[in-house]
């Protein structure tokens, strides 16, 4: 009998449950692609050796990788198909516009553009000053083509898509991913030609891992940059042009002269050891400043602080230090800067804050 009560009770209790029904699973995230090309899209030619960068289209780069589907929901397009070594300013300027618009949509969690290595920095960099969004922006590459033997590209892809739609993702600045790190766009350099190892941060390190779309964030980006930033490419039709002068033993005055004269507005030397050049092209780089031109000492180092007034008198000459930004970083920041100011000193406290 006791068997028989517990049992009526049971179905009374579950009789008397009220009915939850089970929360609909929250769909994956919305990701916008965005593709530009390079070695992640890129085809062998001629057997295992050469190959064409921007081959492949992004719906064939992602019908690749199935697995995204499980990741997020994607939408894609195809800004541009070329080597980054052709990338400029139209480009640059498109992403930042695709990118903007697709924020704006609320439904949007994160973009993920495609895009070769050998510029990735830059591009990242310049993103990271003028999309003024908190949502994740991640560039991703591959060093070895689509069609080669153990293509990086398609890992790398899938980890970019899971940092993306990652939410703690979120105001980290612009994101890189390959081989397994995420790096910021900050810090960032390419430093090899051929070993999928490439990018490195060598001062301050890696934003985080990701392990096939586990991800582990570590630091948070040091420096100010895009919902922070102050500056907007509304209103400006062409950033000012800024060129690098490369130092070396023995090098002459002929660059930078030839560099003002082509309408340079700002010069960024790639400055032996702690920016530094010698007395000729010192004598160049002073008269360029002196008549109004932004001078900006970084370094061919590839790693370090360039200090203000050490070998240099910097205050003496009207020039400006890159502090840590490498020299086409440093050219990115200064082409921006210009829109804002020409005042050396005003130029100064931009490199000391983003
Ligand atoms: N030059 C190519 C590019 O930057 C190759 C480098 C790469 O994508 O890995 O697009």
Known sequence: MAGLFFRSDTAIALLHVPFMPRPAPSPLPRIRVLATGGTIAGAQTGGARGYKAAAFSVEALIAAVP??????????????????????????????????????????????????????????????????????????????????????????????????????????????????????????????????????????????????????????????????SEFTLEGVTALPRVEIVYAYAGAGRELIDAAVKAGARGLVIAGVGDGNLGATALAAASEAAQAGVAV????????????????IDDDQHGFIVADELNPPKARVLLMLGLTRSRDARVLQELFFSY
């Open 67 to 228: 697995q995204l589907s499980e990741l997020a929901r994607l939408d894609v397009e195809q800004v541009a198909a070329i080597g980054s070594q052709d990338m400029d300013e139209a480009t640059w300027r498109k992403l930042a516009a695709r990118a903007t618009a697709a924020f704006a949509d609320p439904d949007i969690a994160g973009v993920v553009i495609t895009h070769g290595t050998d510029t990735m920095e830059e591009t990242a960099f310049f993103l990271n000053l003028v999309v003024r969004s908190e949502k994740p922006v991640v560039l991703v590459g591959a060093m070895r083509p689509a069609t080669a033997i153990s293509a990086d590209g398609p890992m790398n892809l899938f980890n970019a898509v899971a940092v993306a739609a990652h939410a703690e993702a979120h105001g980290r600045g612009v994101l890189v991913v390959a081989n397994d790190e995420i790096h910021f766009a900050r810090e960032v350099a390419k430093t090899n030609t051929t070993q999928v190892g490439t990018f490195r941060a060598t001062a301050r390190g890696l934003a985080g891992l990701v392990n096939a779309g586990r991800i582990h964030f570590y630091s948070a980006p040091v420096r100010k940059h895009t919902a922070q």
């Open 296 to 311: 900006v000492r970084s370094s061919r180092t590839g790693g370090g602080v360039v200090e203000r007034n050490i070998e």
